[in-house]
């Protein structure tokens, strides 16, 4: 069940939870579930998605703090984890992903109660989470996004080069995969970058990410992850989507994250109905880097009220 090498944090942090699969029409999500141990009869469902190239352990801390409400289910999305990957020839464009979320609603969570679920998202998954709200906001109750706040943006005159930049990039393809000769050595790796990450906090994502060869590990992550989106939203089309969200919505804001010198924020955030905004301590992965205690504060919180 718990098959991976946790820190001793994390493993104290951690109630029990199992391995899931849900199958979609072309491909099988993979993730993790707890179960609720506590709290209301027919509870709605909470659904989690990460971030770009992290998967579902990102939550291993803040999933068990929200048991006491309803059960828990974090997902690897496509390409990420231990989820399928997608066909050859397809790329993982942004509104796929909406797509995935959707299949996974309607397949495995509408069966009972009330067809809502709770979503909670981080960075990626907290764009994917919030389009998916606007466009069927009828399946969602409350919303979470951790420092993430809608889709990242560009001018439609620089359409046509990132189209260029992204089929050029199919056609040269991803190159050989890295070698890693353990798991600590590709922790490392990941420890730096633009959302860096502390020791304890990389061996925890990473495990899931690897598979062996040879005498050592390769990423298990689609390396297309890598290419560039083929087209991306205009400002625009970023705004009139956040304006669409219809339920409730909670920004986790980073201290110290990626959207803490971002532009445009304050504007994108005036555009929600109903919107509450948690100023958090920590970096872009606050939820669980350091101190993760503010934010599983604010989101059981938010999610325990009506």
């Not at 199919?170 to 995969?177: D, I, P, T």
Request: proline share 7%.
């Amino acid at each position: 069940m718990n098959d991976f090498a946790m820190t001793p944090a994390t493993s104290r942090s951690a109630t029990v939870f199992r391995d899931s699969e849900w199958a979609l029409d072309n491909l099988v999500l993979a993730g993790l579930s707890w179960p609720q141990r506590e709290g209301p009869d027919n509870p709605v469902p909470v659904i989690m998605l990460h971030g770009w190239l992290d998967n579902c352990l990102t939550f291993v801390k803040l999933a068990p703090e929200l048991t006491g409400l309803a059960p828990v289910h974090a997902i690897d999305m496509a390409g990420h984890g231990r989820s399928g990957h997608r066909p050859p020839g397809q790329n993982y464009a942004l509104m796929d992903y909406v797509a995935d979320l959707a299949g996974l609603v309607e397949r495995h969570f509408v069966d009972s109660g009330d067809d809502r679920v709770d979503l909670v998202g981080h960075s990626l998954g907290g764009i994917v989470c919030s389009l998916y709200a606007a466009a069927f906001p009828e399946r969602v109750r409350k919303l979470v996004m951790i420092d993430s706040l809608g889709a990242l943006s560009r001018p439609a005159n620089e359409t046509i080069p990132q189209l260029r930049k992204s089929i050029r990039k199919r056609l040269s393809g991803s190159g050989r995969s890295v070698v890693y000769r353990d798991i600590e050595t590709a922790a490392r790796a990941r420890e730096g970058g633009l959302s860096p990450l502390s020791q304890e906090a990389a061996l925890t994502l990473i495990p899931r990410n690897m598979r062996p060869e040879g005498d050592g590990y390769v990423w298990r992550t689609d390396p297309r992850l890598r290419h560039p989106s083929p087209l991306m939203m205009t400002e625009e089309q970023v705004q009139a989507s956040l304006q669409a969200v219809c339920s409730p919505a909670l920004f986790v804001r980073a201290e110290q994250g990626l959207l803490a010198r971002q532009e445009g924020l304050d504007r994108r955030l005036k555009l929600l109905t109903s919107v509450q905004l948690m100023q958090v301590p920590g970096g872009h992965h606050c939820h669980l880097d350091g101190d993760t205690r503010p934010v599983s504060d604010a989101v059981r919180q938010f999610l325990a009220h009506e």
